[in-house]
């Protein structure tokens, strides 16, 4: 008779193997580059301007650009080196002004 814990254990490697092969390109190496040519390859192709900003305790630069129009988004890192690194991107966009609404990630 097999041990019913040692299929349990099976089982949620399987379930979190299944899991992590699903997520894989979450994990993806970020495409990098000169800052001076992703940027505006950002506003020129996608439309996106930037939206925020932010210094990262790394010292790297987070910047968040958009299109208000059409919703898409990406996330650059760009390093103290100048290289800008495009770490994410998506579309449904929307601005947020944070004193209007403290609560909104309430309410999603």
């Not at 814990?5 to 190496?29: D, K, N, Q, R, Y």
């Not at 290289?83 to 998506?90: D, M």
Request: hydrophobic fraction near 45%; include cysteine.
């Amino acid at each position: 008779m097999k041990d019913p814990v040692l299929l349990i254990m099976l089982g949620l490697w399987v379930a979190i193997g299944s899991t992590l092969a699903m997520c894989a390109p979450a994990f993806a190496e970020p495409t990098c580059g000169p800052r001076a040519e992703l940027m505006p390859w950002l506003a020129d192709q996608q439309g996106e301007g930037i939206a925020a900003i932010g210094m990262m305790a790394s010292g790297d630069l987070l910047v968040t650009t958009a299109d208000p129009d059409d919703g898409s988004w990406s996330t650059v890192v760009i390093r103290p080196d100048d290289t800008a690194c495009l770490v994410t991107h998506g579309d449904v966009w929307q601005a947020y002004d944070p004193l209007s609404d403290p609560n909104i990630i309430e309410e999603y």
